[in-house]
């Protein structure tokens, strides 16, 4: 199959819970944008938002695990390829475009590297078809301005996505108790000048928004983004000839070299509404400000056949019910992701709400490591598990809401 012009590719960038697939969503209902092809990466081990982004039959979507920025055989090309060779058999109907979606973590640089001419060299014939029929063509970077400013103070790869962008969604602007805490935007957007002085910025919820324009193909010049820009990608060629940039022999990424860890539950019961309640109180508890994101699909016994979904960013926790299951796949499946949170601890956790034995449980509680690693929220929490009496007494904060999917 001949391509005249190469196809336009978006990459769709953000911190984890900062409005990326919500915009999508949107996105992907939009008439103008039939014939869109999608890339979502994940970080860890099981892939849930491929089920909660809506894919018309029109269009075609690719998902991959782990983390684009972090993949040693240039996965952000292995994925074009793919769509590319799928589309020339017609395997898959043609596409316009295609937008990439990665994970909150993600530093852009290496991926930009892979997708630009002067990045990293083309080595083979899968990366010379990609060069010649995919061509970038704008980054969006949606920011959360209700926690923008504590992120980037914690997380690098943040000040990094919000570098690289030649286009700024705020997104969130529309909470009211949380927006009104937040600096005002007036504060804000100086200082999201000092970092990108180029990128168009635009609020998700004013009144002039344009989505359709938001991802409009245009010419995206990294060297246009500012010498920190182009100093980063530089960084990036000269560590990947080195062989530094990605996972090393051991198999690390470079966020687990920062104590950032992905940790993925899958249960196949339906679990109980009381205990997920407890086990997502227990969890913020025990993480305090080292739980990143937690995110997941959950059957709940008192009505199996209408997943839950929870979206966590730290302190924050949305739940809304589904009409029905997205996919054949109805296990609950969970990611809990976390910076030095213990990974033993939140498995413990999540088993024992899942219902094991109660002898099982009883030697949980009594696991000295248990307890000194839990803490006293922790061990507090299982005994309410363990103890009906107990549990009488405890009234989660959290309730389970059958709201519909929110909008933002």
Known sequence: MKIDQPIPVTILTGFLGSGKSTLLNELLASEAFADTAVIINEFGDISIDHDL?????????????????????????????????????????????????????????????????????????????????????????AIDVTMIEETMERHFECMKQLAFADCVVLTKTDLGAEAAAAPGLSGLLPKIRQINAAAAIVDRHGNEFDL?????????????QGADVEGWLALEVALAQQGQTHNDATGASRHAATGIQSLALLESRPVSPQNLATFIELLKAVGGPQLLRLKGLVGLEDDPERPLVVHGVQHAIQ???????????RRTRMVVIAHGLDEAVVKSLFTAITGISARAKAQLVLTVAGLSVLGFALVAGLLLLLHERATAQFEPPLVIQNATRPQR
């Not at 684009?68 to 475009?97: G, N, Q, W």
């Not at 359709?212 to 246009?224: D, K, M």
């Open 53 to 141: 982004v809506r894919v018309n039959k029109r269009e075609l979507m690719v998902t991959t695990t782990g983390c684009l920025c972090c993949t040693a055989a240039s996965d952000i090309r292995s994925s074009l390829f793919e769509l590319y060779d799928a589309m020339e058999s017609k395997a898959v109907p043609s596409f316009k475009r295609v937008i990439v979606e990665t994970t909150g973590l993600a530093d852009p640089a290496p991926i930009i590297n892979q997708i630009t001419p002067g990045g990293l060299p083309a080595v083979g014939y899968r990366d010379h078809v990609v060069a010649r029929c995919f061509r970038l063509s704008g980054v969006v970077c």
């Open 319 to 329: 739940q809304y019910r589904l009409p029905a299951w997205p996919s054949d796949d």
């Open 212 to 224: 359709a324009a938001v991802f409009a193909p245009r010419r995206y010049v990294p060297s246009e």
